[in-house]
């Protein structure tokens, strides 16, 4: 008698701020080529989506109750990442390998605070023309292309809530240090928002494997799709 074909391996891909799911185009293709079925959502207020994320704890609970498949590999970049990290703290259970990409697993100082607030209440204020200006700045011009469409996609009410949402995170070392899956942690060479050494931080809390991606910054997968591409499958397979 044939047995019956394994399901493919799940991998949820979580898109950075103030970006949507389109920054995960590459990966998935690659990902769905290598055999994986691959769920890459638009968080609330991004990507066209209604709504806002509220808070970081009200999100993960969320995607945790609308996420059927399993066993399933976890992969947030930036703001994905600090999402990635509170599903993780409230069920590490239901993920197989993790991924953590240009990220922190600490919470904002009371001056990144601030900042935050700040920018919450002027993009509700102005609409998000500043933050696409920070952008062309923060990247390279074909990095910015890629990325100006997201944002403008954005609501004004999507951005507001995942500032204040991030503001209003916790440090999540101890949820690294209790994690008992594999970890791999990617970073941009050049990434100056969340540097290597803060990866490094990640990696060691959650006894992961660090690796720099040549060439890139903060949004490493859109610097250097292939490079980023081919650490995320060697790691998953």
Not at 80 to 101: D, I, K, N, S, W
Request: net charge negative.
């Amino acid at each position: 008698m044939t047995q019956p074909a394994p399901a493919p391996q799940t991998v949820l891909l979580l898109h950075a701020y103030p970006l949507s799911a389109a920054m995960w185009d590459a990966q998935k293709a690659a990902l769905e080529e290598a055999g994986f079925a691959v769920l890459a959502p638009d968080l609330p207020g991004f990507g066209g989506q209604a709504g806002a994320i509220t808070s970081l704890e009200d999100a993960a609970r969320d995607l945790l109750g609308a996420l059927v498949l399993e066993p399933v590999a976890l992969v947030g970049l930036s703001m994905g990442g600090y999402l990635a990290m509170e599903l993780l703290a409230q069920a590490p259970e239901r993920f197989t390998r993790v991924v953590l990409a240009d990220t922190s697993l600490r919470a904002d100082d009371p001056e990144k605070t601030k900042d935050r607030l700040e920018q919450a209440d002027r993009v509700e204020q102005e609409g998000a023309a500043f933050i696409v200006e920070a952008a062309e700045k923060e990247h390279s011009p074909a990095t910015f292309r890629r990325v100006r469409p997201m944002i403008e996609t954005a609501s004004r009410e999507g951005i507001a809530g995942a500032l204040r949402a991030m503001a209003q995170r916790p440090e999540q070392r101890d949820t690294l240090r209790d994690l008992a899956v594999p970890l791999l942690v990617l970073v941009g060479e050049h990434d100056e928002i969340t540097p290597p050494e803060l990866a490094q931080e990640i990696a060691d809390a959650g006894r992961g494997t660090l690796r720099l991606i040549p060439g890139a910054a903060h949004l490493s997968n859109l610097d250097a799709p292939e490079a980023f591409s081919e650490a995320l499958l060697a790691f998953l397979r």
